[in-house]
C-alpha cells in the first residue's frame, strides 16, 4: 500500500502562516486553519527560530528571466555575445559570462540559466560571530553568567568603544541562539535565556483588557509630584507581586533614580498580608530614602491606605492597562524570571536567598545606567574592620569601601565615638552592616540598620575622601548574603 500523500504550503499559504505566527497564534491555532497538524508547522517554524525570513528580491542590475530569453534566441540564430549584448543595451562581458557560467554557446537554456541564477544569489554570508572565535567565546561566558544579549551587546560597547571588531547586537546573539542551522552557539545556553525559549514568539493581545475590580480613594500617578517623574531626587519606587502556583508571591520593588532593587517575601496576595509586609520592608529604610510608592491596578493594594498611615509613604497608582508607567519595575520583574521561572513555587525561597538575589541583579549592567552595575553608581557596602593586635578593641573601627562613578575604591574608617551620637542613644556594634549610597556628586547615604544618624556637621567631619569631601544624609538596610 502506498504512503499518504501531504501536500506541502505554497508561497501565499507561507506568507498567511508568517502572518499568523507574528500576530502571537499557537501552533495548534495555524495547524487548523491550514488543516494540518501543529507538528507540521513547527516544522516549517523551527529551523528559523521563529524569526521570519526576509523576503528575496532580484537585484535591479541582475538578468532577467526575459533579457535571458533573448539570449537564447540570440545563440539560435548564431549571433555573438556582442551582437546579443547590443540588443539588451548591456555590457558585452555581462552577456559572455552569462553563457560561460551555465553551460557555454551551444548548450545554454534560459529557464535553467534564470533558476541556477535565482539560487547562487542566496550566498549566504556568515555572522560576526561565526567569523570571530574570540568574540563568539566572550558572548557564551557571558550568557553562562545569565546575562541577556542586549546587556552584553551594550557591555561590549561600552568595553571597546572604538573597536567594532568586538562589538556585536543583541539581534545577532539572538538568531545565532534560535537558528541553530548557523553553528554558532550551542543550544545548552538556551536555558540561560530568561524566556527559557528555543524559538522566537509574539505576545497576544487581550482583547478582554483588565477585567479586574476597582480601588478606592486611589491618587492617580497623573498627581504624582513632578521631581518623581524625571528620576532626578532618590526615594521614589515602583512596586509590583512577583506570583508563582500555590499562592506564592514576592513583593518587589525598584526605585526609579539608581534602579536599586528589594525583594520581600509575602506569604499571600491578600491585601493584609501584602500590606504589612510592605510597612514592614518601609521601616527598614529612612524617610530620606522612602518618599512615595508607585503601584498597579492590583487588588493587593486595596488597603492603600494603612500603609500612608504607618508610614507616611504616598501611593500612586498606574493607569489602568498601563504598565509601561512602572517601567523600571516591569523591567526587573523580566530580569527577576530569570531566577524564579513561571511554574515555579515561590514560597520555597528564604528572605535570604531573595536578599541574594537582589545583590546579584544589582551588580548586572543595566542599558538605561548606560551598562553600568548599580553598584558602579550609587552602591556602597560598609562592613566592620577587624583592629590589628596593638589596637585597642574598644575603639570598633569601621571601614567602608566606596566605588565611586569613576570605579576607584576609596576606604575609610569610622570610630564608634566619632558616629555614636549621646543625643539619639546611637550606638554601632561590631557586627554592623549596613548598604551606602553614594551618587556621582560625591554625596553619601549612610547610617546604622537600627536608628538614622543625624545629619549633621560631626558626621561629616568623621568622613573625609583624598578628594573631596562628603556629606551625609541617610542610608538603606544591607542585602546579607
Known sequence: MGGRFHRGFTAAEKTELWDRWKRGESLKAIGRAFGKPSSSIYFLVAPHGGIRPAQRR?????????????????????????SIAKLLGRSPSTVSREMSRNGGYNRYRAALADEDAWARSRRPKRCKLANSPRLRQAVAGKLRLDWSPEQIAG???????EDECNQ????????????????VLKKELLSHLRSKRSMRRSKPVDPNGDRRGHIKDIISIRQRPAAVEDRAVPGHWEGDLLSGPNNSYIATLVERHTRYVMLAKVAGKDTQTVVSALIKQAKKLPKELYKSLTWDRGKELTDHRRFTLATKIDVYFCDPQSPWQRGSNENSNGLL????????????????????????????????LQFETQRDSTLVLCRPVEPAPQEQTSSDRFGISVCASSGRSL?????????????????????LAVC????????ILFTPPARRVACNARPVTTLQTPSRSTKVIGAVPHASK
Open 337 to 368: 524570571r530569570q531566577y524564579f521561572p513561571k511554574g515555579t513555587d515561590l514560597s520555597v525561597h528564604s528572605q535570604a536567598y531573595l536578599n541574594k538575589v537582589a545583590r546579584q541583579l544589582n551588580e548586572r549592567p543595566r542599558e538605561t
Open 436 to 443: 551606602i549610597l553614594i551618587d556621582k556628586s560625591g554625596a
Open 58 to 82: 532580484r537585484s535591479r542590475l541582475a538578468l532577467t528571466l526575459a533579457e535571458r530569453e533573448v539570449i537564447s534566441r540570440g545563440i539560435t540564430a548564431d549571433q555573438s555575445a556582442r
Open 411 to 431: 576606604r575609610y574608617s569610622i570610630t564608634r565615638s566619632a558616629c555614636a551620637n549621646k543625643a539619639s542613644g546611637i550606638t554601632m556594634s561590631s557586627a
Open 168 to 183: 556585536v547586537s543583541h539581534e545577532t546573539i539572538y538568531r545565532s541562539l534560535f537558528v541553530q542551522t548557523r553553528g
Open 155 to 161: 557591555w561590549l560597547k561600552r568595553t571597546h568603544p
